[in-house]
């Protein structure tokens, strides 16, 4: 991984400054990991570094002193802040009651390129990104360089919402540390979010990159980009996802919270008070990130995940990842997730529940049964060929992922195949050699993101069934339950959404297992609607009634 490199312009911002403060940072190792320099009238001017405060002479700061550095400076904006034009630092005034500047804070902005290492793999699975963090922690460094690469790497169209002139710079021509970004800025704080919706509807970018999200209009704005479509990158107050769910302004950042008044059987079934906390809505940021100190971030790669389970009392489970010495990135795997349980509900668009015990993922197996097992035992990298899809997509949910997956080129070379329905149809050839082979298809409805990520980690975890059971009768065996349940529960939310709530018609399903029949009963129950068994032996099957 290559070191980090940083430029600062510190001279520049050093010129604007009394000379007894420039010749009390003159030297090198005053200048090394400076972050402000604070100037108070009557008080001697200090250096701020990572822990540690330095006075910078022993003369207290005279009036003459401070207005000569405003005067150097020019105008501040709505927000009391000024910069250096083509410079990333930014001054900060204080004010007393007739408006008088008493207090500067000149913060030393640089441009560190490297730093997006932490995050790399994300930025190709094309989903927003929130970075969350104290004051200090490099949000702006890492988001200022996030659009460089997603610019100029990536190749997408990225317009950044530059409020204070933080991100790209103070004057017209944005910093060259976001590429080939392009820069709105902002003539008030608090239109921030109406600069956000002009920059969707005038500008066609691909990816919006704003700092500090702080107010409910901008947090309304931010959903309503991300509905259309648009990646987000963006930092909010806060340093911790538990934060933002106690933050009635920003909570819908990460889909907003609502409390459920349960039924008295259902709170037994439970153990929990009747009235719950539940997460309204998705999460605008599918993706967010802790940083705790500027080598030491917490990556939620799942937000809607973390917010279930921190509003069921369980840890959010990050993958932390830190920046060696050596500039390498180390990674601790987030833990195993607690196994579900039939009693969590996760919410749905349209406010009817469903169970998230049973993910139904948009996939099926090519003979719409279970999928056949691999005849031998395979190595741990799972090969995998993809019929009829595009290599680029597989190639970044892979990267995205960390999945140990390696995309072949033909059926031959692989442990599993997958492929997208239509063209199965097409080319009956890879269906008849990964059944000779006694290889796994898994069939797509679409080749979105999403659904390749959910097919690609159901053939890997399928993959180690295999090698820790060596019996294929038995892989194949708990592959068909699973099948089984899964179908079941997709056939009767199918026919509850689209037959009995909306025609108000009864539904008859298809007969199936006991556990299966339960499991079916459970979700009608669900959408407060009658069930009945008929039939007899392998043939019983469930029937819907209209509530």
Same mark, same amino acid.
């Given at each position: ?14 010129? $604007? ?38 006075? $910078?002479?022993?003369?207290? $700061? ?393 097919? $690609? ?91």
């Amino acid at each position: 991984m290559a070191p980090q490199r940083v430029t600062d312009d510190l001279d520049r911002l050093l010129a $604007l400054l009394p000379e007894l403060v420039q010749a009390a940072l003159a030297t090198a190792e005053s200048r090394e990991q400076l972050l402000e320099v604070v100037l108070d009238l009557g008080r001697v001017p200090e250096a701020r570094y990572p822990g540690q405060v330095s006075a $910078l002479g022993n003369q207290p $700061l005279e009036r003459a002193d401070l207005a000569a550095v405003v005067e150097r400076l020019g105008s501040f904006g709505g927000d009391n802040r000024a910069g250096i034009e083509r410079t990333l630092h930014r001054i900060s005034a204080i004010r007393n009651r007739s408006g008088t500047i008493v207090g500067l804070t000149c913060r030393v902005g640089r441009a560190v390129f490297g730093t997006v290492a932490m995050v790399r793999d994300l930025l190709d699975a094309g989903e927003s990104l929130l970075l969350m963090g104290r004051p200090g922690v490099g949000k702006t460094t890492a988001l200022r360089e996030i659009a460089r690469v997603l610019a100029d790497d990536l190749g997408k169209r990225v317009v950044v919402i530059d409020t204070s002139n933080e991100i790209a710079g103070d004057g017209d021509i944005p910093h060259p540390a976001i590429g080939g970004a392009r820069r709105m800025q902002v003539a008030r704080p608090e239109l921030q979010h109406q600069v956000m919706i002009e920059a969707v509807e005038n500008h066609m970018p691909e990816v919006i990159v704003i700092d500090e999200i702080g107010t409910e209009l901008e947090a309304q704005a931010a959903r309503t980009i991300a509905e259309r479509g648009v990646m987000l990158v963006a930092t909010a107050h806060g340093n911790a996802i538990e934060n933002l769910i106690k933050n009635p302004t920003l909570s819908d950042l990460v889909g907003g919270i609502q409390a459920v008044t349960l039924g008295d059987e259902e709170a037994r079934r439970r153990r929990t008070q009747k009235t719950v906390l539940e997460r309204a809505a998705e999460p605008t940021f599918a993706m967010a990130v802790e940083m705790h100190s500027r080598h030491r971030w917490h990556v939620h790669r799942d937000v809607a995940r973390t917010v279930d389970m921190l509003l069921r009392g369980q840890g959010g489970r990050p993958e932390i990842r830190e920046l060696g010495a050596d500039g390498q990135l180390q990674r601790q795997q987030e833990s195993a997730p607690a196994p579900a349980t039939r009693e969590a509900v996760a919410p749905r668009p349209h406010g009817r529940p469903r169970l998230a015990a049973a993910p139904l993922p948009e996939l099926e197996d090519a003979d719409g049964a279970s999928e056949r097992p691999a005849v031998e035992a395979a190595a741990a990298m799972l090969r995998v060929y993809g019929a009829g899809l595009s290599l680029g997509p597989l190639e970044q949910v892979v990267r995205a992922r960390q999945l140990p997956v390696e995309l072949v080129g033909s059926v031959e070379l692989a442990d599993a195949v997958l492929s997208l329905r239509q063209h199965l149809g097409r080319d009956p050839q890879v269906r008849r050699q990964a059944q000779e082979l006694g290889l796994p298809i898994l069939v797509l409805k679409s080749a979105a993101p999403p659904q390749l990520q959910r097919a $690609l980690e159901r053939l890997l975890q399928r993959h180690r069934e295999g090698q820790a059971q060596k019996d294929p009768v038995a892989v194949a065996a708990c592959s068909a339950q699973a099948d089984d349940a899964l179908a079941g529960l997709e056939e009767c939310r199918l026919a509850v959404e689209q037959v009995v709530l909306p025609h108000g018609q009864p539904v008859e399903l298809l007969p199936r297992s006991e556990r299966v029949r339960l499991m079916q009963a459970e979700l009608a129950d669900r959408y407060r609607l009658r069930t009945a068994v008929f039939g007899r032996g392998v043939e019983q099957r469930l029937r819907l009634f209209p509530a």
